[in-house]
């Protein structure tokens, strides 16, 4: 399992497998923030950085977890420990550097209980990867979630002008563009082969 | 909400009026993820109401311990267990059913319907009203993704908990067991729902005119 | 939105929070510990029961199995790989084949497959996939259609004269194309699946063929009631 070149993980993780269009992790903030192109971008910046801590968190609990063979933790761990290393790594991020936190700051308790990020998390593990595949999935997933974020701000903020039927208005629309944004992302199947 | 209400108010407005998919469009996560088949689309269902009425119950029964500081940790840890919970069980029944639903039974933790509810209801009522608010929760997204489930198996496939309903020569809607028949069969029934709330609406303001 | 209850409550003090946290975080292990121990015996028995039905499928003459790995180039019993190997032995005790798991990338995502290699016939046998995401109705086919499937009755796989690797690598070929008997018959419509398949069937032997046959004579017969062979047996 471990000899799956990193391009293929990454092209599976960020286009094949989207996170948000494949697997429907991270549909909440997909849904609320993306209706400007450049929150959206900010946002997908900030999940990149979340999901690289969560993925090395993960993997590092993982190990240890198989070491004191209690595989039956994993999920409260997981959830656990990557919820509060997000919050210290927030907290160094407020004194080192501002002006990140100010761009990336008040996505992030948002995106820690987040299910693409403990999705990231649990998929990692059932496939088996190793340190560096891990990262590589992560940042995958991250580039994924920021361009279906962006994808689907684009089309929102044009719908705005559109004449939605009342009935349509809101997420139920939102649910139709991103089905169609779904469709076309299959068309990227193929290319981790 | 100042008339104390019974435990039967509780349950039924999960079901209709704050029902957790269609009207409050939460936990769409595994309502689009495991809804390609009935089959899992119940399975989602019933273990995400076990969990929901366990921790509601559990929170509901700790709350005074719970200081409010600490109080997302804990609930945290107590959904975690259930889930946990869920998942070796399921495991246990039948090892198909658990691969196909894969890593979306332990994604259960991060349901925001489940921690919004114990946050929001389940910790400041008591057991019998948690548990009551948490079962008609759970049977409204039972109910919700079963229907999402159905008929995305129908089209897609044709058969409805694995029993061919159509005559051979049926041409499957395979895009409907993709991701993105999820979309679409939610988007339908959102409209399906506005449409029959938008003429509740019209038929009771008619009614207020009339009187 | 919070309690009023608790906000007209002073501060709450550390040693209260630390109780609720402690005293829930042990109630909670406590209940997980409880039900690993109440199903363990349960899920093994669903794992065993799995495992026996897919080694039916593909390596049916087989009575009991060994579970085997790949140690550095050396053939060694050992339970519980990534990618688990089974010495299938028949009622006698003796050596017929094997079955062998294999992985690779497919249209979707990863494909997992379980195939049979028979000593006596030099060849695949059998063919089973385990998991995979395919499209249904197209890429899912691997599974059913008839020509594919029957690409399995005999895929030869002989080893080269020094018994490295493979005497011709297994490779898929379009539909209807198949010339030779190590060429798999593709499907169309299914063409980078079926494609796929014949790369991680190649890719799989020529490791695991070479490595079988060195250590065929070591592995003849069944090892006298090894442990490892009962739980799949």
């Known amino acids: 399992m471990s000899d799956v070149s990193h391009w293929s993980i990454f092209i599976n993780a960020a286009l094949i497998n989207n996170f948000v269009l494949a697997y429907f992790l991270g549909i909440c903030p997909f849904f609320g923030v993306s209706s400007k192109v450049e929150t959206a971008i900010r946002m997908g910046g900030a999940v990149c950085f979340v999901m690289l801590v969560a993925s090395v968190c993960a993997f590092s609990i993982n190990k240890i977890l198989i070491w ?65 595949q891990c990262v590589v999935y992560a940042l995958g997933a991250g580039v994924g979630f920021t361009i279906a974020l962006v994808l689907m701000a684009g089309v929102r903020e044009k719908l705005e002008l559109a004449e939605v039927p009342d009935l349509a208005k809101g997420t139920a629309v939102a649910l139709i563009v991103a089905g169609i944004l779904s469709m076309g992302f299959m068309g990227f199947a193929g290319l981790g082969a | ?18 029902n957790p998919v269609f009207i409050q469009v939460l936990g769409m996560c595994p309502a689009l993820a495991v809804s390609n088949t ?15 009425l366990m921790s509601g119950l559990s929170v509901s029964a700790l709350a005074r311990f719970i200081p409010r500081e600490a109080r997302i940790v804990c609930y945290i840890c107590i959904i975690a267990s259930f889930v946990t919970t869920v998942d070796y069980a399921i495991m246990a029944i039948s090892l198909e059913l658990h691969k196909s639903l894969g890593a979306f039974i332990s994604l259960i933790v991060v349901n925001c319907l489940i921690l919004g509810r114990s946050e929001a209801f389940a910790s400041k009522n008591s057991m019998g009203r948690a548990a009551a608010d948490a079962l008609g929760m759970g049977v409204g ?14 089209l897609g496939a044709g058969t409805l908990f694995n029993v061919e309903l159509f005559p051979e020569g049926y041409q499957t809607w395979t895009v409907m067991v993709l991701p993105s028949g999820g979309f679409f069969a939610m988007a339908v029934w959102l409209l399906v729902v506005n449409a029959i709330k938008q003429r509740q609406e019209t038929a009771a303001r008619l009614k207020e005119e009339a009187s | 939105m919070t309690a009023p209850a608790v906000e007209t409550r002073p501060a709450t003090s550390v040693w209260s929070m630390y109780r609720a946290i402690v005293g829930i975080g042990l109630a909670c292990a406590l209940l997980i510990v409880a039900v690993f121990q109440g199903t363990a015996d349960r899920i093994r028995q669903n794992q065993a029961e799995a495992l026996k039905k897919a080694l039916a499928e593909v390596l049916p003459q087989a009575t009991s199995v060994l579970a085997v790995v790949d140690d550095g180039g050396s053939l060694v019993p050992r339970e519980g790989a990534d990618l688990p190997v089974f010495l299938g032995y028949d ?37 089973k996939v385990l998991e995979s995401k395919e499209t249904p109705g197209l890429g899912d086919k691997i599974e059913v259609e008839p020509h594919f499937v029957a690409n399995f009755e005999a895929l030869d796989v002989r080893l080269n004269p020094d018994g ?4 011709n690598a297994l490779v898929t070929v379009g539909e209807g194309e198949k010339q030779s008997p190590w060429e798999l018959d593709g499907i169309t419509g299914a063409t980078i699946t079926s494609v796929a398949i014949g790369d991680i069937l190649n890719g799989s032997a020529q490791q695991w063929v070479p490595l079988l046959n060195r ?11 090894p442990p490892a062979s009962e739980e799949g047996s």
């Open chain 3, 215 to 225: 250590y065929r004579d070591q592995y003849a017969m069944r090892p006298e009631a």
């Open chain 1, 68 to 132: 004191i063979d209690a595989p039956y933790l994993r999920l409260i761990s997981y959830i656990l420990v990557i919820a509060s290393t997000v919050q210290l790594v927030e907290m160094i991020l407020r004194k080192l550097s501002p002006g990140t936190f100010r761009a990336l700051g008040i996505f992030l308790p948002l995106i820690t209980t987040n299910c693409a990020i403990l999705g990231l998390a649990l998929f990692q593990t059932n496939k088996g990867y190793g340190f560096s």
């Open chain 2, 38 to 52: 009935a089959m899992n689309a119940l399975t989602m269902g019933l273990a995400t109401s076990f969990v929901l």
């Open chain 2, 141 to 154: 997204f039972t109910a919700a993704l079963l229907s999402i489930g159905m008929v995305r198996e129908i």
């Open chain 3, 164 to 167: 490295s690797a493979l005497a």
């Open chain 3, 91 to 127: 009622e006698n005790g003796r050596l017929i084949g094997a079955a062998i798991t294999g992985i690779g990338m497919g249209y979707q995502d990863n494909i997992r497959v379980l195939y049979a290699y028979s000593f006596a016939e030099e060849a695949i046998t059998g063919f």
């Open chain 2, 1 to 18: 909400m100042s008339t104390p209400t019974t435990h039967t108010d509780e349950f039924i407005k999960g079901l209709w009026r704050d």
